[in-house]
């Protein structure tokens, strides 16, 4: 059996793998919440790796909130950068394979066309900072890895555009969202797949790889298409990032060149219209 840890096991995307996990009667897994493993404590994090055997660890653990990292800097940094750190240098002595996830937020939006893993990164805010430094600590202290970069991420677990979407078109009659950020969303349970198949695959090919679902599109035809697809009676206007204002500057364009890791993986890319239909005849209200 391949044992594998997962942190940040009280989010999406580790409840994402854990929704899945049974079909991978290969791989042994132990799922923890903040709560049990502090990633930022190095000592717990050196305990629990000296107590348990694992042969992979999937940082699913992340400060999100990227609007509050604006004010919330020190908070952010010592999940995102110092919990990675933590998790590289204890994986690098315990001969464990890390799979980390990052975000789109690394580069700063000026690009026409889709990012390359190799292409320059220019985080715009906090939260894109800190992840990037943490990639950064990742790389320099383990050799054994994967960072996998991702954008726009939802699904049926915990909060995300999608589920507000959804809220929102039943409490509301009108809605305006933002028509000038392009990027690709990408369905949570579709990145656990491509995870749990490098796993499966025991692939030494380390590195940054990209993964999204495929596709171009604004925040405000991805809410169109939520609508469309659900049936949802409610009015939607286009408005701007000027219009609407947020702590955080947010990349313009992030859309992610995702080829490097369907070549790996030898995999068909999903279209994000598919993607979206699969998650919500999974998403269910009280």
Not at 40 to 57: A, G, L, Q, R
Not at 170 to 189: F, I, M, N
Not at 266 to 274: A, C, G, Q, R
Request: charged share 25%; proline share 2%.
């Amino acid at each position: 059996m391949i044992k594998v840890l997962v942190t940040g096991g009280k989010g999406q995307l580790a409840q994402c793998i854990q929704s899945i996990s049974n079909d991978y009667p290969s791989l042994d897994f132990v799922f923890l919440g903040s709560n049990d493993l502090d990633i930022s404590n190095i000592n717990e994090v050196e305990n629990y790796f000296s107590e348990n055997n694992f042969d992979y660890c999937i940082n699913c653990a992340a400060y999100t909130a990227v609007d509050k990292a604006e004010e919330e800097q020190e908070l952010a940094k010592k999940v995102n950068v110092t919990g990675a750190k933590n998790l590289a240098i204890t994986c690098k002595n315990k001969d464990v394979v890390l799979i980390h996830i990052s975000t789109d937020f690394v580069f700063d939006g000026e690009a026409k066309t889709p990012y390359r893993e190799d292409d320059s990164t220019n985080p715009i805010s906090v939260y894109g900072q800190t992840k990037r430094d943490g990639e950064l600590e990742i790389s320099s202290n383990l050799s054994q890895h994967f960072i996998i970069r991702t954008s726009w991420l939802y699904s049926e677990f915990a909060g995300n555009f999608v589920k507000t979407m959804l809220r929102l078109s039943k409490e509301r009659e009108e809605l305006s969202v933002v028509d000038d950020q392009t990027g690709c969303p990408t369905y949570a349970k579709d990145l656990a797949e491509i995870i749990l198949k490098i796993i499966d695959s025991q692939s030494k090919q380390f590195g940054i790889y990209h993964y999204s679902n495929q596709g171009e599109i604004t925040w405000y035809n991805f809410a169109k298409e939520i609508f469309k697809q659900s049936q949802s009676e409610i009015k939607l206007h286009k408005t701007d990032s000027k219009t609407f204002k947020t702590l955080a500057t947010r990349p313009k364009y992030s859309v992610l060149n995702t080829s490097k890791i369907h070549s790996l993986l030898n995999l068909e890319p999903v279209k994000w219209e598919k993607s979206l239909e699969k998650c919500l005849k999974e998403i269910t209200f009280e």
